[in-house]
């Protein structure tokens, strides 16, 4: 079974633009999270969507954005970048268990860079 | 809100030797991950922990959980340098969020 692929996998950006990335789960998982990886912060959770809804949300301004398609693959905005949103985006993708819990299996990740 | 420390953040051992990373969360919670990350590639699922007193051993690793204490342990038993890698807590908030500890940077010496 193919794992998550997120596209592309490095990103050089300047500040101000404004990027999508793009994630697909594994087949069959209708859940699809987004967190971002810095040195500094660790990872931080970002959003969550289920079924094409936004099903949760991290501390993030409003520049951060997503969404999910009827095939459960997910994108993510970021609008006007700043520099310190240089980091890895990981998406990670998981099946719904009925008892409420699931086991998240993460993707290669995206490297951007802001200058 | 939820808190979730790990410790030690950065630790060298020999081969051989046995240790133990800590991670400490602020409020209730019954599911628990462990993860590893290797330099420059993403993570990888190592133990899901969902009940107190949750035991669970794969190779020279082996996880526990504790709710009451809202404490979980990642042991390493007889170390070898194929386990170094950053490791990682992350728990479940009530609100369904998953709250990542800061990572335990393992370097095992050989």
């Known amino acids: 079974k193919a794992g998550v692929t997120q596209t592309p996998r490095y990103l050089i950006k300047t500040r101000g633009q404004q990027v999508t990335l793009s994630c697909s789960p594994i087949?069959?998982?209708?859940?699809v999270s987004w967190y971002q990886q810095t040195p500094g912060q660790g990872l931080q959770f970002l959003f969550e969507?289920?079924?094409?809804?936004?099903?949760n949300k991290g501390n993030f301004p409003g520049r951060f954005s997503g969404r999910q398609f009827s095939n459960s693959r997910s994108e993510m905005n970021v609008s006007t970048l700043e520099l310190g949103d240089s980091a890895l985006y990981l998406c990670?993708?998981?099946?719904?268990?009925?008892?409420?819990?699931?086991?998240?299996?993460f993707g290669p990740g995206t490297r951007l860079t802001v200058t | 809100e939820l808190k979730v420390e790990q410790n030690p953040l950065f630790l060298s051992m020999q081969e051989g030797k046995n240790y133990t990373i800590y991670c400490n969360y602020s409020?209730?919670?019954?599911?628990l991950y462990w993860y590893r990350q290797d330099p420059g590639k993403s993570l990888e699922s190592l133990f899901v922990?969902?009940?107190?007193?949750a035991v669970k051993q794969e190779g020279r690793l082996m996880a526990s959980l504790d709710t009451k204490a809202r404490l979980s342990t990642l042991h390493i038993t007889a170390a070898v340098h194929d386990l170094s890698a950053t490791y990682f807590c992350?728990?479940?908030?009530?609100?369904?969020?998953?709250?990542f500890g800061k990572g335990t940077r393992l370097h095992i010496l050989p």
């Open positions: 990670a993708s998981s099946l719904e268990q009925r008892q409420g819990w699931y086991e998240q299996y």
């Open positions: 087949s069959g998982h209708r859940s």
């Open positions: 969507y289920f079924s094409e809804t936004q099903r």
């Open positions: 409020t209730t919670s019954d599911r």
């Open positions: 922990l969902l009940s107190n007193g």
């Open positions: 992350a728990v479940d908030s009530r609100d369904d969020k998953i709250i």
